[in-house]
């Protein structure tokens, strides 16, 4: 297994360009499913993820070609095998779930081994299921499998009302409702920027689908759906973890591709922390604008609120601010998990439930770290960057589920950054 050592060693300066989002291609793949015709997608993100999904479509008899060095994926779900998503693929990422919408749509039935839960908390798929009762599918779970059933003619249209905003669900049933026969609508839909992403390669596939990025998307269903190109949207948890590297160790950084839209709440905290943000023609430019960064609080809330996604990075850089920063988590229940390790390299933090106290310490040291999940992985060289002497983070295999050549993008703006063999 590999490790990253990372090495303070001082400011940043240079570009990093952002790749395309990886929960955008993870739904935009499954896409594939809903037509007989050719989907391809550009500015793909280079991930295990990826191949992961990639592996999931093969399985069901759909072509995917990796082109142009994975940057594109040329699929085809022409010649489908198989409606059973198998529990050896699914269990290795929970984005799989979001095969069953398409299959469901497209043949009036599917099998789909149910994920299990995460590091990040239990992670249930009741609300994907209660989306697809309601277009009149019948559900039944047994031997860890999820067998729906649309009735004879297929899906109907039928009002989702979901109690709370999740983006995996609405994604689905959004899918799902492209074939379904008359008017869906979504209520309390999330409003992620994947969504709109997904909402608009299936408009060009002929989808009817008003009101994407608002809580209260409204389909109408049509017969089938035809082929496209489609190009991912940008990666704004990339972009925004990419942000934090010149705020935490100094510098100026151009993040290459990045827009403030993507990441306002997010941006309105870096402002409140010293941190400077200018939208460039190019990308967003990010500095620190002078000595040390402020305590903000932070509390993750669904799209538009400030993500879930970036509060492991965003704890790595209030460790050093001046001042204690509370740091809520409202989407997940046990996502705190970078907190020891980062108290191993001299960070003060309290966690009670839901919640961390950070208090700003002067400077973190560096420490053999461990990786328990994506974004806390990510979280941990950030810290290292900005600490003295040597951190060894291990377990990097979670940082390949979501991040693309993380050493070379940091090593090209200044970071002393390497990835070994574990000895
Ligand atoms: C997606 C993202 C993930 C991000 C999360 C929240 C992908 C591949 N992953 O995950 O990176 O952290 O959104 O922004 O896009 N829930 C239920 N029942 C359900 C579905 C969800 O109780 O049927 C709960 C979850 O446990 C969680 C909350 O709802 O507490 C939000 O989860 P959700 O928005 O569904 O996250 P994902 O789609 O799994």
Redesign the pocket.
Known sequence: MDQIIVTGNGQLSGQIPIAGA???C??LMPATLLSEEPLTLTNAPRLS?IRTMTTLLQSLGAEVQALQDGQVLAMSSHDLTSTRADYDIVRKM??SI?VLGPLLARFGHAEVSLPGGCA???????????AFEAMGAELDLRDGYVHAKAPAGGLKGGIVDFP????????NALMAATLAKGTTVLRNA?R?P?IVDLAQCLRKMGAQIDGEGTSEITIQGVDRLGGATHRVVTDR?ELGTYMLAPAICGGEVECLGGKIELLAAFCEKLDAAGISVEETLTGLKVARKNGRVSAVDVTTE??PGF???LQAQMMALLCTAEGTSVLEEK???NRFMHAPELIRMGAKIDVHGGTATVQGVDRLRGAPVMATD??ASVSLILAGLAAEGETIVSRVYHLDRGYEHVVRKLESVGAKIERVKEQ
């Open positions: 990886k929960n955008a993870l739904t993820d929970r984005a979001l990040i908390g239990a992670r249930p798929v009741d609300l994907h299921l209660k709370f905003v999740s983006v995996g669900a609405t994604e999330a992620e994947e948890i669904p799209f993500p879930t996604d989407i997940f229940e994506l974004r």
